[in-house]
Nanobody, 117 residues
């Protein structure tokens, strides 16, 4: 059974930091490109960052220089280090696993990040 489980969300003040984790099970982790997306009510889900199985990364312009995505293949976990957080980063953050060799993907249940003073 495939499970994609996010953790690490919470309430943080502007300028603060959070580290999100996403643990994957039931999949061959090396065969999946991983990503973080976010969504606020009434808006479409948007890409935050992705990382391929070989470590190539991409970022949304809005988070470049502030967020860092990484992965640990041994632990089947992907991380999102978020620094210099802004109120506009407030959203539910979702982890996404995208199979490299076909049309198959999985989503986590999401973790809430709230940036507020």
């Amino acid at each position: 059974q495939v499970q994609i489980v996010e953790s690490g969300g919470g309430l943080v003040q502007p300028g603060g930091s959070l580290r999100l984790s996403c643990a994957a099970s039931g999949i061959s982790f090396i065969s999946y490109d991983m990503g973080w997306y976010r969504q606020i009510p009434g808006k479409q889900r948007e890409l935050v960052a992705t990382i391929t199985s070989v470590g190539t990364t991409t970022y949304a312009d809005s988070v470049k220089g502030r967020f860092t995505i990484s992965r640990d293949s041994a632990k089947k976990t992907v991380f999102l280090q978020m620094n210099s957080l802004k109120p506009e980063d407030t959203a539910v953050y979702y982890c996404h696993a995208d199979f490299r060799f076909g049309a198959r993907d999985y989503w986590g249940q999401g973790t809430q990040v709230t940036v507020s003073s």
